[in-house]
């Protein structure tokens, strides 16, 4: 069964610190690439951050680059995101992702299409 649930969303003033966790089943989990997917009001959703099946490699999306760091931890099946000097645009709805591609297993992707699942999200507030 594929199931990952989110936590660690909340209010947080621009500037702050957030870490979102993940937490997916071992079939989810295990040899798979994995993603934090964001979505804002009236937006279309992107992806924020994605990361290969041992943790290796990641990539991230333009406005987070340098911001976000996203790792995972194979052994408990958790995906974490950690969120630095946020800004109000960084307010949405994260959900964390898998995806069943060989590319991304390999190398972590930031493409949208390539997910194939996500969780019901965890919402992040920012205040100016």
């Known amino acids: 069964q594929v199931w990952m649930v989110e936590s660690g969303g909340g209010p947080v003033q621009a500037g702050g610190s957030l870490r979102l966790s993940c937490a997916a089943s071992?079939?989810?989990?295990?040899?798979?690439?994995m993603g934090w997917i964001r979505q804002a009001p009236g937006k279309e959703r992107e992806v924020v951050a994605g990361i290969n099946w041992n943790g290796t490699r990641t990539v991230y999306g333009e406005s987070v680059q340098g911001r976000f760091t996203v790792s995972r931890d194979h052994a408990n099946d958790m995906v974490w995101l950690q969120m630095n000097s946020l800004k109000p645009e960084d307010t949405a709805v994260y959900y964390c992702a898998v995806s069943l591609t060989t590319p991304c297993s390999a190398y972590g992707c930031d493409g949208l299409s390539a997910y194939y699942a996500w969780g019901q999200g965890t919402q992040v507030t920012v205040s100016s």
């Open positions: 071992e079939r989810t989990f295990k040899g798979y690439g």
